[in-house]
């Protein structure tokens, strides 16, 4: 039994790839890369701000030192408040954060509304990139087709930080 268990493994893994989304769990984790150095910034993260916009601030004003750790802790589909944490990377601007937002955007697994934060997280660090995926993954499903035509119209609000209405 152990070895059709051991074997049935090795072809999960070979069938998802290799960046396998991590099962959802019936509570969202809050993941925290980069421990401790970057503990104050998760901390902040993490708090309960009220509002929205404030998530993606902490996240923002950390800037490039965090692109690393932000992209390991997306990685993780049950990482709670995973979506202010997406959009974050393409106000950083930081080209590392591309590999990991392109797995994020063609993942067919993903919710709609990742992609769609990923295609414009994609496009605020490389315009030519973002709008030759909005071409690609117009139509897919109605947010992303959304931010996609915002991209090929080259939309102002696609450039303004979140900010609370």
Not at 71 to 81: T, W
Not at 110 to 139: M, Q, S
């Amino acid at each position: 039994m152990l070895s059709i268990l051991k074997y049935l493994h090795i072809f999960v893994v070979l069938l998802i790839g290799s960046y396998p989304a991590l099962p959802v769990a019936d509570q969202e984790v809050e993941y925290r890369s980069g421990a401790p150095k970057f503990e104050e910034v998760w901390n902040q993260f993490y708090a309960d701000p009220g509002h929205e916009p404030e998530l993606a601030d902490t996240l923002i004003n950390a800037r490039r030192k965090m692109t690393g750790t932000i992209c390991e802790a997306i990685k993780h589909i049950d990482m709670k408040c995973r979506r202010y944490a997406i959009e974050p990377l393409g106000f950083i601007g930081d080209n590392r954060a591309l590999p990991t937002l392109q797995i994020i955007l063609k993942d067919e697994k993903e919710k709609d509304y990742f992609h769609g934060d990923a295609l414009k997280a994609i496009y605020l660090i490389d315009e030519r990139l973002g709008t030759t995926y909005a071409n690609e993954f117009i139509g897919s499903n109605e947010y992303l087709t959304m931010i996609g035509k915002a991209i090929l119209t080259k939309a102002s609000w696609l450039k303004e930080r979140p900010k609370e209405d």
